[in-house]
């Protein structure tokens, strides 16, 4: 699961997915309103996974809202590469568990 915040701004994803691809679309589903929204990417290879940075709005605003779950799917074409969750939160984690 990955953990993104309400920002508008663009935030990374790193992620190992099951073809290294430079271009995709990236789907991102808000499970409680059920509504999807689709961006065309830019991947960089980095090592053993690929890096993405994208800003996740909506004319101009951000489309994450604090505490929900979204799906997020990354197809290639009409190949899914790599699917996942989302949870959103404002909240500072101490990803180095300190």
Known sequence: MKVLT???SSQNIKIIPREFVTSGTLSVRDESTNVSYDYSITATTVGNYIS??????SSG???LK?????????KSGANNIYRDKIFVTDQTINQENK
């Open 6 to 8: 309400t920002s508008a």
């Open 61 to 63: 605003n951000s489309i």
């Open 52 to 57: 993405i940075d994208n800003a996740y709005t």
């Open 66 to 74: 604090e505490g929900r779950f979204y799906n997020l799917n990354l």
